[in-house]
C-alpha cells in the first residue's frame, strides 16, 4: 500500500506492517533455511480444533484384500486397517514489534518512524529464522514437532512407541566410532577418516529406507562441512564432484547442493553441526491455522507502558504420516577442519 506521509499514525503503520513488512518477511526466512523454504512454502491450512488429528500409515493391506482372479472367481473384501490416527498439539509461536513513546517522539516526522518501523521488522525477521529453524531441528525445547523426534524412537503423538514399533524413524545412528576406527595412518584427521567412507554411509541409507518401504529419500541436509567431505570423497577418487550451482526448492529459493545417486545433497546453515538428516519429505508436512499464518496483530497501546506493542503470531505444527519412512539420522559426524594441510 502507499503510505500518506502527510498523516502517519499507528493505523496506517499496521496497515503498512501487513501489506508489506510481512509478506517480505516470510520470503526472507525461507531464503535463509532449505527446510523452512520448502516447508513453509507448501504449508497447507488445517482445520480448527483443539488437536491435529491426521491418519498415519502403519502397515500394507490385506494380503487377501487384492492380487490376480480369472473369470467369476470370488474378490475377497475382508476388512483390513492399515492405518491409525495420530493426534498433534498445535504449536504457537511470536515475535513482538514494540516501539516505545520515547522512540515515536524523537523520531517525529513520517518518514524517520517508517525507517524506525522497517529495522524492527528486520530484526522480527532474524527472530523468527533462528529460532524457528532451531526447533525444526531439535536445537531447542519447543512444541514444535522436530526432525530430531520424528528420526527417533520416542514417543510422538498419542502413538505409544512401545507398543507400536513400526512408528519410529527410519534409523538413528551415531557414527563416532565407526569414523574414529577408520585408518590409523599419520594425517587422518576425522574429515578425512568420514570422507573416505562417506559414500559407504550414504548406501547404507538408502537400503535402510528401501528396506522398510520400497522408497527411496528425495533429501539430504547436511552442515557445510559434510558437503565438503563429499566433495573431498569424490576428489580423492579422481572423479569431478557433480556439484550443482544450486538447488531449488518449492519456495523459488536457491541453496548450494550436491547431488548423490540423484537425491541432493544440501547444506542448510541451520543444520546442527555432526548430523545429517536423510529424508522423505512426501511423509514431512508443515500446516498452519488460517488464522495466524505469519498474522500481525497490528499495534496496541498496553494500559501500563508508553509504548506501541504488535505480535507476528504463528499457529501450526510440523507433521508426519509415516516415521519409518519419513526421516533418519546420522550424528557423531566431523565438525571442524583441523589437521587438514592449508592449500
Avoid at 104 to 125: G, I, Q, T
Wanted: aromatic share 10%.
Amino acid at each position: 500500500m502507499a503510505l500518506d506521509t502527510g498523516l502517519v499514525d499507528y493505523t496506517s503503520l499496521s496497515a503498512l506492517t501487513k501489506d508489506q513488512y510481512i509478506p517480505k518477511l516470510v520470503d526472507n526466512i525461507k531464503k535463509k533455511s532449505v527446510l523452512l523454504s520448502k516447508f513453509l512454502s507448501m504449508s497447507k491450512p488445517n482445520a480448527s480444533g483443539n488437536k491435529i488429528v491426521v491418519p498415519v500409515e502403519y502397515a500394507d493391506a490385506d494380503a487377501n484384500n487384492y492380487g490376480f482372479y480369472s473369470k467369476y472367481q470370488d474378490l475377497s473384501v475382508k476388512p483390513s486397517e492399515f492405518a491409525k490416527q495420530v493426534s498433534y498439539d498445535w504449536s504457537q509461536a511470536y515475535s513482538s514489534v514494540a516501539i516505545s513513546g520515547f522512540e515515536e517522539r524523537v523520531n517525529d516526522n513520517p518518514e524517520k518512524l517508517v525507517d524506525l518501523l522497517s529495522a524492527k521488522m528486520k530484526n522480527v525477521e532474524k527472530t523468527f529464522m533462528k529460532f524457528f529453524s532451531d526447533a525444526l531441528y531439535g536445537k531447542e525445547s519447543s512444541a514444535l514437532n522436530s526432525l530430531d523426534e520424528f528420526a527417533g524412537v520416542g514417543d510422538i503423538g498419542n502413538i505409544d512407541v512401545s507398543s507400536n514399533a513400526w512408528w519410529k524413524g527410519a534409523f538413528d545412528i551415531d557414527l563416532t566410532s565407526r569414523i574414529d576406527g577408520v585408518g590409523s595412518e599419520a594425517g587422518a584427521t576425522r574429515f578425512l577418516k568420514f570422507s573416505s567412507i562417506m559414500n559407504e554411509i550414504l548406501r547404507e541409507a538408502l537400503d535402510k529406507f528401501y528396506a522398510d518401504s520400497g522408497e527411496s529419500p528425495n533429501l539430504i541436509v547436511v552442515p557445510s562441512i559434510v558437503l565438503d567431505a563429499y566433495e573431498q570423497h569424490l576428489s580423492d577418487k579422481k572423479r569431478t564432484p557433480t556439484l550443482s550451482a544450486s538447488v531449488e526448492v518449492d519456495g523459488g529459493f536457491k541453496f548450494q547442493s550436491m547431488s548423490w545417486r540423484g537425491i541432493p545433497i544440501t547444506a542448510d546453515p541451520s543444520c546442527p553441526e555432526g548430523k545429517m538428516y536423510v529424508m522423505n519429505t512426501e511423509y514431512l508436512k508443515m500446516i498452519h491455522s488460517r488464522k495466524a499464518n505469519f498474522t500481525f496483530t497490528g499495534f496496541r497501546e498496553p494500559v501500563t507502558q508508553d509504548a506501541k506493542v504488535g505480535h507476528v503470531l504463528w499457529m501450526g505444527q510440523l507433521i508426519c504420516t509415516n516415521r519409518a519412512k519419513a526421516v533418519g539420522r546420522y550424528s557423531g559426524l566431523p565438525t571442524d577442519y583441523v589437521g587438514l594441510p592449508a592449500e
